[in-house]
């Protein structure tokens, strides 16, 4: 069982480029699709990006071109640069995995470890 934990989060201004990290507890190379998902106040988690072993990725449109999603397998991590901060970007973010690739991009429902989250907030 693959234990994931995410970190990096916080309070960041308007335009903020912050990095949210997941650490993996064991390999992820055996895990097929990872993702970040987020769960912004008041509304239903939706995914911001994934990235396929081979590094594949998909972003959600809302942060295409902000956000950049990557892995290391070697080093059994996942990273999520965040550009360009928006308020509307506030929410907490969780670190999730796929590790057969049941779809893509990846369904929510589908994934088989996740993070317990970290909060960001966009204020000034």
């Known amino acids: 069982q693959v234990q994931l934990v995410e970190s990096g989060g916080g309070l960041v201004q308007p335009g903020g480029s912050p990095r949210l990290s997941c650490a993996a507890s064991?390999?992820?190379?055996?895990?097929?699709?990872m993702a970040w998902y987020r769960r912004a106040p008041g509304k239903e988690r939706e995914l911001v990006a994934a990235?396929?072993?081979?590094?594949?990725?998909a972003y959600a449109d809302s942060v295409k071109g902000r956000f950049t999603i990557s892995r290391d397998n070697a080093k059994n991590t996942m990273n999520l640069r965040m550009n360009s901060l928006k308020p509307e970007d506030t929410a907490v973010y969780y670190c999730?995995?796929?590790?057969?690739?049941?779809?893509?991009?990846?369904?929510?429902?589908?994934?088989?470890?996740w993070g317990k989250g970290t909060r960001v907030t966009v204020s000034s």
């Open positions: 999730s995995g796929d590790r057969y690739g049941s779809s893509w991009p990846p369904s929510q429902y589908g994934m088989d470890y």
């Open positions: 064991g390999s992820i190379f055996s895990i097929d699709v």
């Open positions: 990235v396929t072993r081979g590094g594949n990725t």
